[in-house]
Structures are given as structure tokens and as C-alpha cells.
């Protein structure tokens, strides 16, 4: 696991550690020293943690004119043992929802597994973002991921399924990626999207 590292092709457009928007202003990164795990093997230094033991994420890129952000995430998320959507609601969605983000495209396909608990944060989210024309999709999620998600009724908040699965989103700009995300949400994808994405 330590190999998967975040997607870093669009550092020339945005890096979270010099946004002083974001929740992960003026951090700093060791490319050598490994210290977070998930179970027992260690990650890449260049993940951010945000309060979970076991969930990362990276935030690959903001906008706060389209109001967007893309985030990349890694591990397992566990909300029956550690809650660890109360910790990417507080630490996270909350502080770059105060700037202004209300459309939230989380990438998933290093979500290794989901242990749903109940969904108020999930509403929580969605409220809090749907009042300013906003969404949030989980993009790729592994098949039993998506079950679990579906079976925690995750779907009245968020999008996410087979439609949102099988999306080649890195050879896109950023931009591109959200354009093509946000006409997926309001069902207008064929209109829009590439035949790659």
C-alpha cells in the first residue's frame, strides 16, 4: 500500500499545503519516512489525515468560483467502530463547505472497505449542500463497497452506483472532470461528456 500514492498529475494547478483555504493549509510532507497505516501496512507519507485511524484522503484540487472540490481517498471507512464520517464532516467538508465548496466529487477506489453505521451525518452533508445547488458523488467504489453504502441507505444522500463507477477521470483536467460530474448528477452525461470519461 505504501506504492499508491495520490494522484499528482494536477499539482501544476493546485496543492492543498499552499491553498490558505484549505483544511490542509502549510502542512508538510516527508517522502521517506512513513508514520499512518491502514491496518497493518503503511501508506504514502503524501495522504492526509484528518482524524481517522484509518481513512486518508488527499485533496487533489479546489475551485472555489465553480464551487468544487475533488478528493481522493484511501483506506478503510469505518463508521460503525470509528466514525470516521463524523471526523470528514467536522474536519473536512465543514471547513471547506465555510469557503465556500458545496459540490464534493470524492474518489474512492482505494475505499478498500465501508462499515456503515447510521446516515445523520450523510444528511447532515447533503442538506447542508443541496441548499446552495450543490451535490456529492462517490466516484469508483470496489462492488461490496457499493453494497454496503446501499445498504446503509447512503443513496437518499448521495451519488453514487453503477453510474458513477468505470469513470477513467485522470487523463482529464480537473475542470472537465467536474463538468462531466456535475451532468452525470443532473442526467444530462451524454450531452456533455467525452467518450473516454
Request: hydrophobic share 35%; aromatic share 18%.
Amino acid at each position: 500500500m505504501h506504492d499508491i500514492e495520490p494522484y499528482y498529475r494536477w499539482r501544476g494547478k493546485y496543492i492543498s499545503a499552499h491553498d490558505e483555504r484549505s483544511p490542509f493549509y502549510g502542512r508538510t510532507y516527508s517522502e521517506f519516512t512513513f508514520s499512518n497505516k491502514v491496518y497493518n501496512y503503511f501508506i504514502h507519507p503524501q495522504w492526509d489525515e484528518f482524524g481517522s485511524d484509518t481513512l486518508y484522503l488527499k485533496v487533489l484540487y479546489a475551485d472555489y468560483d465553480e464551487a468544487f472540490t475533488i478528493i481522493e481517498l484511501i483506506g478503510e471507512w469505518n463508521d460503525a467502530l470509528s466514525n470516521d464520517i463524523m471526523y470528514l464532516k467536522r474536519e473536512v467538508v465543514d471547513r471547506m463547505s465555510d469557503q465556500g465548496i458545496y459540490k464534493y466529487i470524492m474518489v474512492c477506489e482505494n475505499v478498500l472497505n465501508f462499515h456503515g453505521s447510521d446516515d445523520c451525518y450523510y444528511e447532515e452533508w447533503y442538506e447542508d449542500v443541496v441548499e446552495e445547488g450543490g451535490w456529492i458523488c462517490f466516484v469508483n467504489t470496489l462492488p461490496h463497497v457499493k453494497e454496503e453504502m446501499k445498504d446503509t441507505q447512503l443513496h437518499q444522500f448521495v451519488n453514487f452506483g453503477d453510474a458513477f463507477n468505470d469513470i477513467n477521470w485522470r487523463p482529464h483536467k480537473p475542470k472537465l472532470f467536474f463538468k462531466a460530474m456535475d451532468a452525470l448528477v443532473h442526467g444530462e452525461l451524454q450531452r456533455y461528456l467525452p467518450e473516454e470519461l
